[in-house]
């Protein structure tokens, strides 16, 4: 390539980053929406009719978290768990909660796992006539899904996979700092203030995910210079940015009790969460898990993920597999996370 031609990629690439519509359109697998309602649509990913035959009767429901854009499943066609799940022969769902904004504060854990992901899982089970639902959840979206299947052991779940699932909160960066810091007051002056502004704002919760990889933000600039001819690269760069800048809120409900709960509390890592009008005990999940912890994880590191060994003391099975990369990275991990789903489905047909 000569240097008029390397110099004049340059140029384009930095215009399509700076002022242009960036490097590459985004590119989802094709879905059909079943049922669209606030806060619960679900999408059906759509099989290819010369794809491969559908290895059981079982359905996939992809169960993303509060504060991350349900398209984390499906950031980019070789970065999708979705469409990786279609290439296996699995038949994936997803339920996508939409924005959060002022007037959802009212919402809490407890709208989760006694509403939206039951209800979400019957009808994927219906779509399926009846069959079982595997259930994939990452960060506090696994968490999500093994209280669901706690609070209702008659729901038609198989098994339950979490990746990047925060289970033990003494084990999470800033937790016991931050509890020691609430001794102060009890944590009523943070509470005070969740109340006050119904939740967290979206441009909060960004700040906060592009702080936990600072160095990368710092990095920035340099590797944009280092890369200008490489729009493959500046291409996957741009798939986190726009990540990153579509990242939802939470409820002010939802992040009191995430505070109250979990972080003061850690009730989770006792097993045992209270919430709503019942306690939820870890120990009644019966269904196999599957638990993926990431060894450079800063969100959620390893060690709190592994914890569900010791909590989920009902299930038939609990496997514990790690997988290199950062808390979005072990869910895009095609050689190892993507790899212990393959199998850890397969063991359940």
């Not at 509890?179 to 109340?195: F, K, N, P, Q, T």
């Not at 936990?212 to 001819?229: D, G, H, I, K």
């Not at 500046?234 to 809120?249: H, I, N, S």
Request: contains cysteine; hydrophobic residues 45%.
């Amino acid at each position: 390539m000569s240097l008029a031609q390397t110099v004049g990629i340059a140029a384009r690439n930095a215009w399509a980053l700076t002022f242009g519509a960036g490097i590459e359109a985004p590119v989802t697998t094709p879905s059909t929406v079943l049922w669209d309602e606030p806060h619960r649509l679900l999408r059906r990913y759509d099989v290819d009719p010369a794809g491969p035959a559908p290895a059981d009767d079982a359905a996939v429901l992809l169960v993303p978290p509060l504060a991350a854009p349900a398209s984390c499943f499906d950031l980019r066609p070789e970065l999708s768990l979705a469409r990786f799940l279609l290439g296996i022969g699995r038949r994936p769902y997803l339920v996508d909660y939409g924005e959060i904004g002022f007037a959802d504060r009212a919402m809490g854990f407890e709208t989760w796992f006694d509403d939206i992901l039951p209800e979400a899982v019957r009808r994927v089970s219906a779509d399926r006539d009846g069959a079982p639902v595997d259930l994939i959840g990452w960060s506090l979206g696994g968490v999500l899904s093994l209280l669901t299947a706690a609070a209702d052991a008659a729901l038609p779940i198989r098994s339950i996979t979490a990746v990047g699932a925060p289970l033990d909160y003494s084990r999470v960066n800033g937790a016991p700092q931050a509890r020691a810091l609430a001794r102060l007051d009890g944590g009523r002056a943070v509470s005070a203030l969740i109340r006050a502004s119904g939740g967290i704002p979206a441009p909060l919760t960004r700040i906060a995910y592009r702080a936990t990889a600072w160095e990368r933000e710092l990095r920035r600039p340099l590797f944009v210079a280092s890369n200008l001819t490489d729009a493959a690269t500046l291409a996957r760069m741009e798939t986190v940015d726009r990540f990153q800048a579509t990242l939802p809120g939470y409820p002010g409900r939802f992040y009191n009790q995430l505070w109250s709960r979990f972080v003061l509390a850690n009730d989770i890592g006792k097993g045992v969460v209270h919430i709503g009008a019942r306690p939820v005990e870890l120990a009644e999940v019966t269904a196999p898990v599957l638990l993926v912890g990431g060894t450079a994880d800063v969100i959620t590191p390893a060690a709190a993920v592994q914890h569900g060994l010791r909590t989920l003391t009902g299930a038939r099975a609990v496997r514990y597999e790690t997988a290199p990369g950062s808390h979005l990275g072990i869910l895009t991990a095609r050689d190892t996370t993507w790899a212990q789903i393959e199998k850890f489905l397969a063991d359940q047909g």
